[in-house]
């Protein structure tokens, strides 16, 4: 009976409650900033379904979650074919019996809800507020986390010793939890029977039409062989080059590989040579080369280009970018009555050339060289 009160509780919170709230957050009346109707297609306002012991989709869920909730406790199940229709039916008037609490509308929950909302139209506000949220709630575990786990660790202990007790005569694997596997192809499980009614009972939240139970175990039957097969296929492949990269191996050990298990196919490759451009005798460059000046924070313009023309000997720097913000152009510079204005600039600090803060740790420049001598 405890599992059947789980399950109406459940049943009352996921169908009910959370439709409630999500109505009391955004009435139907409730417009956007533009004037339009917050409730209109695509979004569909949600209808609170009431609990009703003589619908048979009501009663499949409550029988599914409860016999589930029974397996995992190690409860046995009064029934010799608990997924008939008497069943379902037994358990649905014993479900009525209960009386769940009544909706009270919440408004931290409304809030998270119109922040979720809010997300979608602007992820970067919602984000920052979120961030603040977060160390709000953290400064005040902070405070409570000495005690709070005092007393997790106190309960832990309680139900440890109380299961022993119960469990006499089992062992003590028998006597814990035990967790459900999903398992599509076992129909006595019961979870289709769940994923079929609870799924179907929300679709009629949202008028939505209903889906039979072969075609529900057949959608549910693609989704985890994909999990399972393809993303665990890459995630592997992907381990194997990490451990390379750990162990240092040579360039011709590492693989690129293309993976179609519908096909299926693996087809593994070593990777290629990076590109590299010759810029003079002695000096190539690739695309993922950086030039890095350190020790910068009073280096002038006339600083970093002397440090660049005596790194890299041979190459005379022109013009300085920040983004496409031109910092020094050289043939602006070199213009008949620009000697101050050059003078000026060349003396002028990196750090204030880029209007960097004091907090900043580095800045990219893109700089433009020629050969010496080479027009």
């Known amino acids: ?40 297609l ?34 046995e199940i009064p029934h010799k074919n608990p997924r008939s229709d008497e069943f379902k039916k037994l358990v649905g008037n014993q479900a009525s019996a209960f009386k769940p609490p009544e909706f009270v509308p ?25 961030e603040k949220k977060e160390e709000e709630t953290k400064e005040e575990e902070t405070v409570q986390d000495l005690d709070d786990v005092e007393k997790l660790k106190e309960e832990f202990l309680n139900n440890y010793e109380m299961l022993k007790k119960v ?7 028998q006597a814990l939890v035990k967790p459900e596997d999903f398992e599509k192809d076992n129909d006595a499980n019961f979870h289709i029977d769940f994923i079929y009614s609870s799924g179907n009972i929300r679709a009629s939240c949202y008028k939505l039409d209903p889906m039979d139970w072969i075609t529900v175990k057949l959608k549910a039957g693609r989704i985890v062989p994909a999990l399972a097969t393809t993303t665990a296929a890459i995630a592997g ?36 040579d990076i590109i590299k451009s010759k810029l003079m005798e002695g000096l ?46 050289h043939a602006i510079m070199n213009a008949p009555g620009k000697e101050n204005d050059k003078k000026k600039t060349l003396n002028t600090s ?18 433009t060289c020629v050969r010496k001598g080479d027009e």
């Open 106 to 130: 919440n408004d931290e929950k409304a809030k998270e809800i119109e922040d979720s909302v809010k997300k979608e139209a602007s992820k970067k506000e919602a984000q920052q507020e979120e």
């Open 167 to 173: 469990k006499q005569g089992k062992t003590f694997e």
């Open 237 to 272: 492949l992907q381990a194997l080059e990490l451990v390379k990269v750990v162990k240092g191996v040579k360039k011709d050990s590492y693989r690129n590989v293309f993976l179609n298990l519908a096909v299926p196919m693996m087809q593994a490759t070593e990777p290629g």
């Open 42 to 75: 695509p979004k569909r306002p949600p209808r609170p379904v009431d609990f009703d012991k003589d619908n048979m989709l009501h009663c499949s869920f409550i029988c599914a979650l409860a016999c589930l909730r029974a397996n995992i406790f190690h409860v």
């Open 350 to 367: 990196i750090r204030k050339l880029t209007e960097c803060d004091s907090e900043d740790l580095y800045v990219d420049l893109a700089i």
């Open 284 to 329: 190539e460059v690739s695309i993922w080369d950086r030039w890095d000046v350190k020790n910068a924070k009073q280096m002038t313009l006339e600083g970093l280009i002397a440090h660049v023309e005596e790194t890299y000997k041979g190459l005379e720097v022109r013009d300085v970018m920040l983004g496409s913000q031109p910092i020094y152009f």
């Open 1 to 40: 009976m405890d599992c059947v009160e789980f399950a109406r509780n459940k049943f009352e919170k996921l169908f009910n409650h959370a439709m409630k709230q999500l109505i009391y957050t955004y009435p139907l009346d409730k417009k956007n900033e533009d004037g339009n109707l917050f409730w209109s």
